[in-house]
Structures are given as structure tokens and as C-alpha cells.
């Protein structure tokens, strides 16, 4: 099979790694310059220094040719979210493309699947999620994936892509359902983050990742999720590795912010996409938008947006009401 993967951040370029072991694949990166360097020294040295290059991976800059690559083929595109529409807009209309960012169109509220249909309405789509560090996934470390379309062929694609020694697919129609869990997740691993970073202890930790997984899936139901789904690799699976990996970039926000840093100096510090800091706001408006209770996302918002200081948002978390445990 030829695979072309369009962004060579980190994840693209793990992904690319993994499937160079059994076929063709063609990494496109935006900056040339970049491009060529990786070319010449058979690694990413800026995202993923470490990692060889199978033999059968190649890099370029030139879009149509990476495009050409995958005629007959998949795409899979790597960008952040925020590129999301822009690299789906530029695919052919028939194309067979999964997309791996994990995030919430900011501007319209959109999930990746809602942006494919206005822009790529006659293609094959889907998402491709679950528990997954780049670097583990570059290293070979086993990793199970959750590959999510309502065309079935589409997911056969995706196994025969990347199931192997290594990484093991599984098959689902829930695309809501898969797109929300990796959205959220982000967001409550933010949280997560600043709780430990607060030495809140380790009950606060499962008490967070177990009322966080409450709130992913009242709103993933709210907006026609699968229950189940939220219990599986892109839901609780997703979000335990998010949230206590040292690996995790959104982890190391909630650090950072619970040290006193501004966000602008935390993103220089990180040097990479953390998705849940631009969704948060945009999840914590789907979820007024549909009458769903996030209090933990919203919190998370707030620190974020300097609306309220870490320890305090704790402090409002924990004088809520009690409820009832299914609420």
C-alpha cells in the first residue's frame, strides 16, 4: 500500500515510522528546508531525534507529489487542529483519509468529522485515535489503536496500514463518540496536571480522571455518542495515559500552570501543539450549548484564561453541591 502522511510534527512522523516498516510512505512536511534536512539525515531531529528511519520512508515538501504518492492509497493527515479544514480542502474529492488531531475547531465549534463533510463531502473518512505517545509508537512499543468511519472499508484500510507487531487496530462507526473522548481528554489532563503540580496527592489525581470521564461522556452522549465507546482505547484509555504520562505535553501545562507560569511562556517552554489549551474554551461552549455540567473543563478554561488562580479553582471545585454519582 502507499500511505502519504501530510505533517511531519512528531505524531505524523511516528505514524509514518510505524507503517514505513510493512509499506511506501511519503512524509510531507510545510518547511522545505526542514524537509531536506530530515532527508539527508534519515531522522526528525527537531520532533523525534531519536527514531530511525525504516527504508521504505521518504520526505518531501511538495504537496502534489505527496498527494500523487497516495493515489489508490490513504492519506493520513497529522496536522494540529487548527489546520485541519485548510489540509482537508486541499485533498482530492475521492480520497481515503484519516486525520489523527485531537481537538475542537475553535472558530466554529466543529469536530473533525463535521469539518470533513463541508469540505471533503464525496471522500472516505475517518479518525485515528487511542493511547498513543509518539515516541513509544516510533520506538516499536506496543500500542493499540482505535481507527473510527462509517465506511467500513475505510477502517480495513487502516489495518492493513498499521496493524502489525507493534500496533493492533480496532475497528469503530463511532466517530462522535472517538473524536470527543480524544478532544476531552486533553482538556482533563490539563487539569490533571495542575492538580499535581498543586502536590494535591494521588486520591485527587483518580478522583479528577474518574469525574473527568463522567464529564467526556455526558457530552459525547449530548452530541450522539455511543455510551460505550467512552469506556474503550479513545475514551478512558486516551485519558489515563493523558493524564498521568510524563510524555503528556497538555500534563505538563497543568504543571506549569499550577507554578504561577504565564501560558505564553509555558508554550515556548513546550516547543509543541498542546491541544487542550485551545479547545478548552470551545468544549466548555459545546457543553453550555447542549445543557451539559463540565465543571472540571470549565475550571480548566478559567485557569487557562487567568479568570482564576489554580488553587483556587480547586477550591471552587471541591464546595460544589453534592450529588448523586451518575450525575
Not at 74 to 91: D, F, G, H, N
Not at 107 to 113: D, K, S, V, Y
Not at 249 to 274: F, P, T, Y
Not at 283 to 297: F, K, W
Request: proline share 2%.
Amino acid at each position: 500500500m502507499r500511505i502519504s502522511v501530510i505533517g511531519a510534527g512528531a505524531w505524523g512522523t511516528a505514524l509514518a515510522i510505524a507503517a514505513a516498516r510493512q509499506h511506501r510512505v511519503l512524509l510531507w512536511a510545510r518547511d522545505a528546508a526542514q524537509a531536506q534536512q530530515m532527508a539527508v539525515d534519515r531522522r526528525n531531529e527537531r520532533y523525534l531525534p531519536h527514531a530511525v528511519w525504516p527504508d521504505q520512508l521518504a520526505v518531501t515538501s511538495d504537496h502534489s507529489a505527496a498527494l500523487d504518492h497516495a493515489e489508490g492509497g490513504l492519506v493520513i493527515v497529522a496536522t494540529p487542529m487548527a489546520s485541519l479544514r485548510e489540509r482537508l480542502a486541499a485533498l482530492p474529492s475521492n480520497a481515503c483519509v484519516f486525520w489523527l488531531c485531537k481537538g475542537v475547531e475553535s472558530a466554529t465549534g466543529a469536530l473533525g468529522h463535521q469539518i470533513a463533510a463541508s469540505v471533503l463531502p464525496r471522500a472516505s473518512v475517518g479518525v485515528l485515535s487511542g493511547p498513543s505517545f509518539a515516541q513509544e509508537v516510533a520506538g516499536g512499543s506496543p500500542t493499540a489503536l482505535v481507527a473510527a468511519s462509517s465506511d467500513a472499508a475505510l477502517c480495513d484500510l487502516a489495518v492493513s496500514a498499521f496493524h502489525g507487531e507493534s500496533i493492533r487496530i480496532y475497528r469503530s462507526t463511532d466517530l462522535v463518540g472517538v473524536e470527543v473522548g480524544g478532544a476531552v481528554k486533553n482538556v482533563l489532563a490539563i487539569a490533571t496536571g495542575i492538580a499535581d503540580g498543586l502536590n494535591l496527592g494521588l486520591n485527587a489525581r483518580a478522583a479528577l480522571i474518574t469525574r473527568g470521564l463522567a464529564e467526556m461522556s455526558r457530552l459525547g452522549v449530548a452530541l450522539g455518542a455511543q455510551a460505550d465507546t467512552f469506556m474503550g482505547l479513545s475514551g478512558l484509555g486516551d485519558l489515563v495515559l493523558t493524564a498521568t504520562g510524563d510524555l503528556s505535553r497538555n500534563r505538563k501545562v497543568g504543571l506549569m500552570l499550577a507554578q504561577g507560569l504565564s501560558l505564553d511562556g509555558i508554550l515556548e517552554r513546550l516547543g509543541h501543539v498542546a491541544e487542550g489549551v485551545y479547545c478548552a474554551e470551545t468544549v466548555t461552549r459545546l457543553a453550555h450549548d447542549h445543557g451539559v455540567a463540565m465543571p472540571i473543563t470549565d475550571m480548566v478554561s478559567a485557569v487557562i484564561h487567568r479568570r482564576i488562580a489554580a488553587r483556587d479553582a480547586v477550591v471552587s471545585l471541591m464546595r460544589r453541591d453534592s450529588r448523586g454519582e451518575g450525575l
